[in-house]
Structure formats: C-alpha cells, structure tokens
Nanobody, 123 residues
Framework: VQLQASGGGLVQPGGSLRLSCAAS????????IGWFRQAPGKEREGVSC????????YYSDSVKGRFTISRDNDKNTVYLQMSSLKPEDTAVYYC?????????????????WGKGTQVTVSS
C-alpha cells in the first residue's frame, strides 16, 4: 500500500492549488481516505475525508466552502482542490487511508500515510 501526494507549492492569498494523492496496492474507493495538514508548531488536523462506508464527504470548518475532495477511480487518485487560499492554510498536507484501522470518525484510525507536500500561502 502506497500513497504519493503531490501538487503543493507557493501561492498568493486568494489563489488556488490542486493536490493529488495517487494510491497503489489497493483500490481507494473501498476505503476511507482523507487529507490532513500540519502547520509549524501545531497539531495535525483533518481537513477533508471521504467515508467509503456511507459515501459522505467531510470537511473541517476552517476549509468548508473553499476546499473540495474528489476521486478518480480509474486513476486510483484522490484530489483536494483548494480555492480562496489564506495564509493560515500554510502547512504540510498529507493524504492517508484506513485499511485495517478503526475509529469513530472518518478521520480516525488512518494506518497508511503518504509523504507530505508543502503548501505555502504568502504574498
């Protein structure tokens, strides 16, 4: 099982970026998959998550209305479209999936993580 995140970079406030997370070794549409971020000095937080059990998509309050998670099952890839970016969105972004784990929410129990991709929002 591997996850490869890409698409980060430097963007001005108000701009957009699309992150990609390519999965291999499993079919991502069978499992919960989410995006997380960690800013310097802060705890990692869940940003968006797609639940395979109920088909519901979740977003944190801080990104709701600005970020959109989507999947391309043919490419076995999940995306995070980020718009109206703010300096406080600056962080390393990770994708993760729950294959064997367990947890009470879509974000919990993730047991496979990709390497992060840096997103910097600055003028």
């Amino acid at each position: 099982v591997q996850l490869q995140a890409s698409g980060g970079g430097l963007v001005q406030p108000g701009g957009s970026l699309r992150l990609s997370c390519a999965a291999s070794g499993f079919f991502l549409d069978y499992y919960a998959i989410g995006w997380f971020r960690q800013a310097p000095g802060k705890e990692r937080e869940g940003v968006s998550c797609f639940s395979s059990s109920d088909g519901i998509t979740y977003y944190s309050d801080s990104v709701k209305g600005r970020f959109t998670i989507s999947r391309d099952n043919d490419k076995n890839t999940v995306y995070l479209q980020m718009s109206s970016l703010k300096p406080e969105d600056t962080a390393v972004y990770y994708c993760a999936t729950r294959i064997y784990g367990y947890g009470p929410s879509c974000y919990s129990g993730m047991d496979y993580w990709g390497k992060g991709t840096q997103v910097t929002v600055s003028s």
